[in-house]
């Protein structure tokens, strides 16, 4: 086998077999190696189990121990004296830690995890570690790393995958990828995702970045803005979550939380996902990012993604504030409600329905769905315009 560092080859092994060795032992001393119970789940087909070993999980209960082995210690003189593997270290470890701990949590302890689990256990295979070895290395010394944060989606189908841009994709998921990669992942899942119709597909975010870049993306605000932009797409009860996996350069790189307000579901109907509302969704993705620049924008923006969950009377409050950002400015609810009317309606009598739609919304009556939808079609419109203030003087 042709490898780029022969010493970290014969290094990493004897640290691997000296682990292999400690955990043996900790087996035969009477602890137990967690199995996940994994159901692999298609629509019209008898379900198939399957018992994974929690290795990872069981390697990192003992880190300290294993981190303390001489073999250890060699390892990590010959991965210090490696400029690559510290770039390596730096990008993949959680928060702030010293030089030694980044490379025993990002190089040694995944490699034992990586070696155990194509093991299926601590019985020591060859062949096992030369895979695992070598895609470590192609790992360190490569120019680039592959980042990705999948998220289950809820409330949506589509029949194919969606790009929605900005490296952000909706795909239908493939039975046991998130297993594959995080055996605990099945108690994480949302109740009947990968039986229910609507609970089949994964909203995905792939980035890559260069060797040295320390920080990944920013994938909860990223995939949240992407939630926002299907809900506005499709007026679908659409939520992620609720946690997202990361993995970097095809290892797991940590589980974390989705945003609350994108992983809440709002009551409503499922919506189908088609190409003309993902391109449609894709741009309104990449444009949500202008209200960062506009606080009207943002504040219309979140008072009517928060009026998706709330009851009376605060929903309705909610929606009238959301107008009066949107469009009312100085004006007030009223001109909001003229200026919506005439942006979405195509002739006088349609504008003349819209007004009378939006009533309630000026009296501070409780508001109709039909008018809390009319506030979600002037957001697209607005957002499609790119410049609000503009598109008021326009309307005016």
Known sequence: MSVRAPHLYRSLRCFCLGAFSLLHQELEGGDELPFAFEEHASPGRPALYEYRPLVRSFVEARAERIAQLRDARAALDDLRAETAAQIFARAHAPGKVSADEALVRTVLLPLVTAVAEACAGFDWIDEAYD????????????????????????????????????????????????????????????????????????????????????????????????????????????????????????????????????????????????????????????????????????????????????????RSEQLRESLGALLGGTDGLWAAAVRAAVLLGETPRDRGDLLARLRALTSGEEVEAAAADILRRALVQALGHGDRAELVATLD
Do not use: K
Request: with cysteine.
């Open 131 to 314: 895979r695992a070895y070598l895609e470590l290395e192609r790992s360190l010394f490569g120019s680039e790393r592959a980042y990705a944060a999948v998220t289950p989606l809820i409330g949506m189908s589509a029949a194919a995958p969606v790009d929605l841009g900005g490296g952000i994709r909706l795909r239908p998921a493939a039975s046991g990828e998130l297993a594959s990669h995080w055996p605990e992942a099945n108690g994480l899942l949302p109740l009947g995702f990968g039986r229910e119709p609507d609970r089949l597909c994964v909203l995905e975010l792939e980035r890559t970045l260069p060797a040295a870049e320390p920080d990944p993306p920013d994938a909860q605000g990223e995939l949240a803005d992407a939630v926002t932009a299907l809900r506005l797409a499709t007026a679908g009860a659409v939520a992620a979550g609720p946690v997202l996996f990361a993995r970097l350069d095809w290892r797991p790189f940590g589980i974390g939380p989705v945003l609350p307000i994108a992983a809440t579901q709002p009551p409503g109907e499922a919506a189908r996902l088609d190409q003309v509302r993902g391109s449609l969704a894709a741009d309104l993705r990449a444009r949500i990012a202008a209200a960062d620049d506009d606080p009207e924008l943002g504040e219309a923006l979140d008072r009517w993604e928060l009026s998706l969950f709330q009851g009376e009377p605060f």
